[in-house]
């Protein structure tokens, strides 16, 4: 994988000899230095930062001056690497001064250049290369944004793929992060109606509604619904519902949610199989679960998108429990890095 970072950093012709300015002079602006001068062997006399905070500007980072990106617009022969959250509206200032000699730097990068290892024994442990296949183009894909390395690797069915999660008449699923009941219909239909129990939480006021409305459609009592989320204990915690399918745990939320660890809010059911979507939460979710997971071995379906490590510390803490599982990792979408899932089931 850092063969591909420095290959696709040489692309956009990244080298010692170089004039560079870094648009963000904060802590990112500062580890992509630390980057570009260690591995690329760029020297710090060659580098200005650049920052649109008039109270940076004229001022000194790691000993660089901070400076106005009006002041470097003219000096073609600059490559401008942005470094900041706000790649986008970054970009469009460059663009309309006529800027042209830039390229992002994502904060991903970064993250994986730093966690190879890590990368590196996923891959080993996975059980099929199309699982292989799959880590690298997303890496690939969130790295340069290029839709084909998604496209090479999308897989359609979602949560069931037919190939990997084999269901029966006896399951009992947990579906965490259920929305507006969704997964469980598609659930309902890999099941031919066949199955003992679904257990769906959503902690969002709005999408819960939606969840109450379907399973009144379905008016079917083997559906129990909660307006709760999941998590490592049960407690209250801050919430941000403003933003529909993609609403999450936040310490900046804009109400309350109440969260419950599967380990005490099932404890006597036998659990087979567990989909979690929880917009982050999922490894605190996946602790909460421990005693019924070490009990049961359910199938798990477990979303390793929303945090740029969860790809590898979800699937890691899943092997490190010791339970046999294969392992396997799907993409299902080909136009953006949402809905890659980790895939768990017991080899016997």
């Known amino acids: 994988m850092r063969k591909f970072i420095m290959e696709w950093i040489e692309s956009k012709e990244i080298n010692q000899m170089g004039k560079y300015g870094i648009f963000g002079a904060s802590t990112f602006g500062l580890k992509v230095l630390d980057f570009l001068t260690k591995n690329i062997g760029i020297s710090k006399d060659n580098v200005v930062f650049i920052d649109n905070d ?3 500007q004229g001022k000194f980072l790691s000993g660089i001056e901070i400076k106005n990106i009006n002041d470097l617009a003219i000096e073609i022969d600059r490559k401008i690497i942005i470094a900041s959250q706000y790649y986008n509206e970054i970009e469009k ?5 006529g800027v042209s000699n830039y ?10 250049w730093n966690n190879v290892d890590k990368i590196e024994e996923l891959i080993n442990m996975v059980e099929d290369e199309k699982s292989i296949k ?7 894909y969130r790295i340069t944004k290029d839709k084909e390395y998604l496209k090479e690797i999308y897989e359609e069915v979602h949560y069931f793929p037919n190939e990997i999660i084999k269901l029966s008449k006896n399951e009992v699923m947990i579906d965490g992060g259920a929305y507006t009941g969704d997964t469980l219909k598609e659930f309902i239909k890999h099941t031919n109606g066949n199955f003992k129990k679904i257990y769906s939480f959503e902690p969002g006021e709005r999408t819960f509604e939606e969840l109450q409305n379907t399973k009144d459609n379905l008016n079917d009592d083997r559906i129990e619904i909660f307006k709760l989320g999941l998590y490592s204990d049960s407690e209250r915690l ?16 804009n109400s309350y949610i109440d969260v419950v660890s599967l380990d005490k809010f099932v404890e006597d059911e036998n659990v087979s199989f567990i989909k979690m979507d929880i917009e982050g939460s999922e490894l605190e979710a996946l602790k909460g679960a421990k005693s019924i997971i070490n009990k049961n071995r359910p199938k798990l379906a477990i979303c390793i998108y929303h945090k740029i490590n969860d790809l590898w510390n979800i699937p890691l803490y899943i092997r490190r429990l010791e ?10 979408n080909d136009e953006n890095e949402w809905e890659t899932v980790c895939y768990a089931v017991p080899r016997y």
Do not use: P, V, W
């Not at 801050?238 to 939320?253: E, N």
């Not at 339970?323 to 299902?332: A, E, G, P, S």
């Open 134 to 140: 799959s880590i690298e183009n997303i890496i690939k």
């Open 238 to 253: 801050l919430f941000d519902d403003t933003l529909g399918a993609g609403s999450t745990i936040s310490s900046c939320g």
């Open 54 to 56: 008039i109270n940076k």
């Open 93 to 97: 200032q460059l663009l309309n001064l």
């Open 103 to 112: 390229f992002i730097m994502r904060y991903e990068m970064l993250e994986y």
């Open 323 to 332: 339970l046999n599982y294969k392992i396997y990792i799907r993409h299902h």
